[in-house]
């Protein structure tokens, strides 16, 4: 059975004042669904939102933050709806675990997401994807766009699928954050290992003052890059100098209402010169 959490719910409280930022997208003239989708050994929970009545439209893959399938990512796949997209969020933790289960961030890391393997990740997105193209997507134009953990996600995916373009915000990108110390079985790489091995072209929105992605990783990973053996697919950077981590997160005190839209376009633009 699809687990559905709440629509009211969030990954956290709500503070006064992030209160004041929560965008709310409204669903008109879309067709919205929850579904189970097929995967590997078990079903994978998603949001689905797309224009109404309009087919076939270029697919963009929604992968969350550690807080995985909650409002705040279902309203982003409602605003790429209204772009012109069919946007697929999926629940990329079901089968270990639900985030809300966890009041604390460490805990949430340690003790769930540090036991999801990238190789199932890979083959639930492989899932998604050929789902989504089963059911009005465009298999030529396919983007994937993820946030903090699902910006890792996102790396990882560029590696392992050729697809039109990919934007990762303030994407993990190697071991340095405190408290991960995966398991390399569950986790043998990290994008920074996988510069040389990128199949899409990849937009990376970081922010200038982000602990947790610090912009000294950023210049690691831009070093990796350009220490390629064989020229790859595009990589371009966007660094936003007064932001923090999770600066497009409305619900969050880290929200950047000066930043977020700025980074939005560059992202939409990105992916309409990639095709998508």
Known sequence: MTRVKPLERYPRPVSATAAKTVIHTSPAGLATARVAIPGRGHDVPAYVARPEGAGPLPVVLVLSEVFGLHPYVEDVARRFAHAGYLAVVADLMAPQGDPDDFADVDRLVTDLLQHIPDEQVMADLDAVLDWATANGGDAGRVAVNGFSWGGRWTWLFAAHRQVAAAVSWYGVLDDSVSNLQPDRALFPHHPI?????????????????????????????????????????????????????????????????????VAWARALRWLREHGV
């Open 193 to 261: 290992d996988l510069a040389g091995a990128l199949r899409t072209p990849v937009l990376g929105l970081y922010a200038g003052k982000d602990e947790v992605v610090p912009v000294a990783t950023v210049d690691a990973m831009r070093s990796a890059l350009a220490a390629r053996a064989v020229p790859g697919p595009e990589v371009e950077f966007a660094v936003f100098p007064d932001a923090v981590h999770g600066f497009f997160a409305d619900y969050r005190d880290e929200f950047s209402p000066a930043d977020a839209p």
